[in-house]
Protein backbone atom coordinates (compact mmCIF):
# COMPACT_ATOMS: atom_id res chain seq x y z
CA UNK A 1 0.00 0.00 0.00
CA UNK A 2 1.46 3.14 -0.74
CA UNK A 3 2.22 5.86 1.61
CA UNK A 4 1.82 9.53 0.43
CA UNK A 5 3.42 12.69 2.01
CA UNK A 6 2.78 15.93 1.27
CA UNK A 7 5.35 18.69 1.65
CA UNK A 8 5.47 22.46 0.77
CA UNK A 9 2.63 24.50 1.93
CA UNK A 10 3.04 27.41 3.93
CA UNK A 11 2.50 31.09 3.64
CA UNK A 12 2.58 33.11 0.67
CA UNK A 13 1.15 36.46 -0.52
CA UNK A 14 -1.57 36.93 -3.34
CA UNK A 15 0.26 36.84 -6.67
CA UNK A 16 2.84 34.76 -5.20
CA UNK A 17 3.87 30.76 -4.99
CA UNK A 18 4.40 27.82 -3.52
CA UNK A 19 5.66 24.46 -4.40
CA UNK A 20 4.08 21.29 -2.96
CA UNK A 21 5.31 18.04 -3.31
CA UNK A 22 3.58 14.66 -2.74
CA UNK A 23 6.51 12.13 -2.19
CA UNK A 24 5.52 8.42 -2.05
CA UNK A 25 6.69 5.45 -0.13
CA UNK A 26 6.58 2.77 -3.71
CA UNK A 27 9.46 2.19 -5.63
CA UNK A 28 6.94 1.71 -8.40
CA UNK A 29 5.33 5.43 -7.79
CA UNK A 30 5.32 5.30 -12.06
CA UNK A 31 2.17 3.34 -12.00
CA UNK A 32 0.38 5.39 -9.93
CA UNK A 33 -1.65 8.06 -11.56
CA UNK A 34 -2.05 10.69 -9.13
CA UNK A 35 -3.69 14.24 -8.11
CA UNK A 36 -4.35 17.14 -6.05
CA UNK A 37 -7.44 18.23 -3.75
CA UNK A 38 -7.83 20.87 -1.80
CA UNK A 39 -10.33 21.84 0.80
CA UNK A 40 -11.82 24.47 3.18
CA UNK A 41 -13.61 23.92 6.51
CA UNK A 42 -17.36 23.22 5.72
CA UNK A 43 -16.54 22.70 2.29
CA UNK A 44 -16.04 19.64 0.40
CA UNK A 45 -12.89 18.37 -1.28
CA UNK A 46 -12.09 20.17 -4.56
CA UNK A 47 -10.50 18.78 -7.38
CA UNK A 48 -7.30 20.83 -8.37
CA UNK A 49 -4.84 18.84 -10.66
CA UNK A 50 -4.40 15.67 -11.88
CA UNK A 51 -1.23 13.65 -13.53
CA UNK A 52 -1.26 10.10 -15.43
CA UNK A 53 1.22 7.68 -14.26
CA UNK A 54 2.95 8.34 -17.43
CA UNK A 55 3.03 11.85 -16.81
CA UNK A 56 1.60 12.98 -20.20
CA UNK A 57 -1.37 13.68 -19.52
CA UNK A 58 -2.16 16.67 -17.05
CA UNK A 59 -5.80 18.15 -16.18
CA UNK A 60 -6.67 21.37 -14.56
CA UNK A 61 -10.38 22.95 -13.53
CA UNK A 62 -10.81 26.56 -14.52
CA UNK A 63 -10.07 27.69 -11.04
CA UNK A 64 -6.65 27.10 -11.33
CA UNK A 65 -6.18 26.50 -14.91
CA UNK A 66 -2.90 28.61 -16.42
CA UNK A 67 -1.79 29.24 -12.81
CA UNK A 68 -0.99 25.89 -11.28
CA UNK A 69 1.22 23.39 -12.98
CA UNK A 70 1.59 19.69 -11.93
CA UNK A 71 4.51 17.73 -12.82
CA UNK A 72 6.10 14.58 -11.47
CA UNK A 73 9.37 12.65 -11.54
CA UNK A 74 9.32 8.90 -11.32
CA UNK A 75 12.86 8.45 -10.77
CA UNK A 76 12.26 10.15 -7.29
CA UNK A 77 8.85 8.57 -6.81
CA UNK A 78 7.65 12.29 -6.40
CA UNK A 79 4.71 14.62 -7.65
CA UNK A 80 4.91 18.48 -7.80
CA UNK A 81 2.20 21.24 -8.00
CA UNK A 82 4.07 24.44 -8.87
CA UNK A 83 1.17 27.08 -7.83
CA UNK A 84 1.60 30.79 -9.40
CA UNK A 85 -0.23 34.16 -9.28
CA UNK A 86 -1.57 33.06 -5.85
CA UNK A 87 -5.22 34.00 -4.92
CA UNK A 88 -6.91 34.25 -1.42
CA UNK A 89 -9.42 31.59 -2.41
CA UNK A 90 -6.17 28.77 -3.33
CA UNK A 91 -6.32 28.82 0.55
CA UNK A 92 -7.07 25.24 2.56
CA UNK A 93 -5.73 21.92 2.99
CA UNK A 94 -3.94 20.69 -0.29
CA UNK A 95 -4.05 16.84 -0.35
CA UNK A 96 -2.14 14.56 -2.74
CA UNK A 97 -3.71 11.35 -3.65
CA UNK A 98 -2.87 8.04 -5.81
CA UNK A 99 -4.41 5.19 -8.12
CA UNK A 100 -3.05 1.98 -9.70
CA UNK A 101 -2.73 1.76 -13.24
CA UNK A 102 -1.38 -1.52 -13.94
CA UNK A 103 1.54 0.31 -15.61
CA UNK A 104 2.27 3.61 -17.58
CA UNK A 105 -1.10 5.13 -18.77
CA UNK A 106 -2.18 8.23 -19.94
CA UNK A 107 -5.56 7.78 -17.43
CA UNK A 108 -6.19 10.73 -15.72
CA UNK A 109 -8.82 10.92 -12.63
CA UNK A 110 -10.78 13.74 -11.17
CA UNK A 111 -12.96 12.93 -8.78
CA UNK A 112 -12.47 11.83 -5.08
CA UNK A 113 -13.62 8.15 -5.40
CA UNK A 114 -11.07 6.67 -7.78
CA UNK A 115 -8.26 7.64 -5.35
CA UNK A 116 -8.04 4.60 -2.91
CA UNK A 117 -4.49 6.38 -1.14
CA UNK A 118 -4.23 9.30 0.15
CA UNK A 119 -1.49 11.71 1.98
CA UNK A 120 -2.13 13.55 5.33
CA UNK A 121 -2.41 17.23 3.57
CA UNK A 122 -0.19 20.38 4.16
CA UNK A 123 -1.40 23.45 5.21
CA UNK A 124 -1.53 26.28 2.09
CA UNK A 125 -2.21 30.20 3.30
CA UNK A 126 -2.13 32.99 1.02
CA UNK A 127 -3.28 36.17 2.18
CA UNK A 128 -4.88 39.41 0.52
Given at each position: QV?????GGGLAQAGGSLRLSCAA???TFS???VG???QVPG???EFVAAISSAGGRTYYPDSVKDRFTIS???AKNTVNLQMNS???EDTGDYFCAARFTFGLTNSIYTTRNHYPYWGQG???TVSS
Amino acid sequence: QVQLVESGGGLAQAGGSLRLSCAASERTFSSYAVGWFRQVPGKEREFVAAISSAGGRTYYPDSVKDRFTISRDNAKNTVNLQMNSLKSEDTGDYFCAARFTFGLTNSIYTTRNHYPYWGQGTQVTVSS
